[in-house]
């Protein structure tokens, strides 16, 4: 939303100086137009005080802010799509990109969304003392990805239990190893833990039911 004030001064820099003092922003923040230029007069008599429009976007919601940011990014990165923004009920927002072409904006396993969400969670939280987590979704890749995710981890804890053996999973990002963690956690015969360091962390279903003590010791992300 462009917003704009007027005010004066005897020159045109004070009249500027003045609404950006009164409005807290930078010259390169905001436009200029000048209304009425600084007429001096004779001895001081008939001067007339230069006068100024200064415009400015207010952003006026976190939403607007993601969308106006997303907009641009998407638009530098040449991608054909519009970002839709919800706030949820617990002050985090929920992302969804709509378009055609949205598979270089998932990329390989999501991590181009990944780069996408993390960026944008970078920037809307920056200088904020609310701290917002951001979720950046395309075609339901997310809702898709953590049901196939569930699926596997269900496949490999009867692996695991039939063979009474552990088995490491391919390497995984975080969100998607907490997804494995969070579909065995109640599985009857395995417990799981992560290994090894980013970008190569697994999770390893592994036999038998751990002990608290053991699953404390255990790093599970």
Request: aromatic share 4%; net charge neutral.
């Amino acid at each position: 939303m462009i917003k704009s004030i007027e005010t004066t001064g005897k020159t045109e820099d004070e009249a500027i100086a003045a609404a950006l003092a009164e409005l807290g922003k930078d010259r390169d923040e905001v436009s200029v137009e000048i209304l009425e230029r600084s007429k001096q007069g004779f001895l001081g008599i008939g001067s007339t005080p230069a006068r100024v429009r200064v415009s400015y976007e207010e952003i006026e919601s976190v939403v607007e802010k993601t969308e106006i940011f997303l907009k641009g990014l998407l638009e530098r990165m040449g991608a054909e799509a519009e970002p839709h923004v919800e706030l949820l009920e617990n002050g985090d927002l929920a992302v969804n990109l709509t378009g055609d072409k949205l598979g270089m904006l998932i990329g390989r396993r999501g991590e181009m969304l990944d780069a996408i969400q993390h960026i944008t969670g970078y920037v809307i939280n920056r200088g904020s003392s609310k701290r917002r987590h951001i979720s950046v979704d395309a075609e339901q890749y997310r809702a898709k990805r953590e049901e196939a995710l569930e699926a596997l981890a269900r496949k490999m804890a009867a692996k695991v239990v039939k063979y009474r053996r552990n088995m490491t999973l391919e390497p995984m990002n975080s969100y998607e190893r907490h997804v494995i963690h969070t579909a065995l956690q109640d599985y009857e015969g395995v417990s799981t833990f992560s290994t090894g360091s980013e970008p190569n962390r697994r999770v390893v279903v592994a036999y038998g039911r751990s002990s608290r003590q053991e699953l404390r010791r255990e790093p599970r992300d």
